[in-house]
């Protein structure tokens, strides 16, 4: 990257955002924390599973985009409803886990359980599963490319954790290296490797509330994607272009260690 674009761009950590329940809405915080295993705490640390222990998603079932997910400040509690339940009932997540399976169980229509992981979550790429990481920037120039989506639900289609204000479109395309190397760089007191550009699946072409699928987005996406990709970028990974945000992993953790919305956000020397 030019490095006079370096010296004029002061990046900070703007939003942190963590889905307590994979593939369900997510909670905005400014303040979290990264577990020893470098995962975020709290963000996907529980999942739906059916029962063939398989995952539901937005990939792999439509209603799960009609749920609505919101939760306690403490996280102990989580409310629930859909389109047809807009009173929605609350339960807690340690005492009632029965409880919210039967509710669930009763919308998809099958037997589905409810499963927990304190220490790592389950996160898409368990080799990266860090924080994933995203400009404002990048958001509002997605959100250009379709006039009829809102930087909010680019941001919502597109579930990163981490949001970086203060730089331009596609910066974070900077946090990435050839494959099989990586990037080091820091957040507050955090220190994180750059992984990847996040490669994308068929969620962010549906509407989030909804389901419904978006005209062509995939296509756009790429297109434009490939169109805008800065001339500075390491295409190495750019084996397609349905490709934004980027994997992490956290590295030299001895502790639980807390990250906040205005923490400074700075390349290291690799």
């Known amino acids: 990257m030019n490095r006079e674009m370096k010296i004029n761009q002061k990046p900070c950590l703007s939003k942190i955002i963590i889905y307590p329940i994979k593939s369900l809405d997510g909670l905005s915080i400014s303040q979290g924390t990264l577990l020893k295993t470098g995962a975020l705490k709290h963000d996907r640390q529980w999942a739906i599973f059916d029962k063939y222990q398989?995952?539901?998603?937005?990939?792999?079932?439509?209603?799960?985009?009609?749920?609505?997910?919101t939760?306690?400040?403490s996280l102990s509690q989580v409310t629930l409803k859909h389109g047809n339940?807009?009173?929605?009932?609350?339960?807690?997540?340690t005492e009632q886990r029965k409880e919210i399976e039967s509710f669930l169980s009763n919308y998809f229509g099958g037997l589905v359980y409810l499963k927990e992981n304190t220490i790592a979550g389950f996160p898409d790429d368990s080799n990266a599963s860090g924080p994933t990481i995203i400009s404002q920037g990048t958001l509002e120039m997605i959100a250009q490319w379709f006039?009829?989506?809102?930087?909010?639900?680019?941001r919502r289609r597109f579930r990163a954790n981490l949001e970086i204000n203060g730089v331009?479109?596609?910066?974070?395309?900077?946090?990435?290296?050839?494959?099989?190397?990586?990037?080091n760089f820091r957040i507050g007191e955090v220190d994180f490797q750059g992984i990847n550009p996040c490669q994308r699946c068929i969620v962010p072409t549906k509407n989030s509330y909804t389901g419904e699928k978006t005209d062509?987005?995939?296509?756009?996406?790429?297109?434009k994607r490939k169109e805008t990709l800065p001339s500075w970028v390491n295409r190495s990974h750019f084996?397609?272009?349905?490709?934004?945000?980027?994997?992490t992993k956290v590295t030299n953790f001895i502790k639980e260690t807390p990250i906040k919305v205005g923490d400074t956000v700075e390349i290291m020397d690799n």
């Open 147 to 154: 006039p009829d989506l809102t930087v909010e639900e680019i």
């Open 71 to 73: 939760y306690d400040d």
């Open 216 to 223: 062509n987005f995939q296509q756009q996406f790429i297109n």
């Open 54 to 69: 398989r995952l539901i998603n937005g990939k792999s079932n439509q209603r799960i985009y009609q749920l609505r997910a």
């Open 168 to 183: 331009s479109a596609f910066w974070e395309d900077q946090l990435f290296a050839n494959t099989n190397e990586w990037v």
């Open 239 to 247: 084996n397609h272009f349905y490709r934004v945000s980027v994997n």
């Open 85 to 93: 339940n807009n009173v929605g009932q609350t339960f807690n997540l």
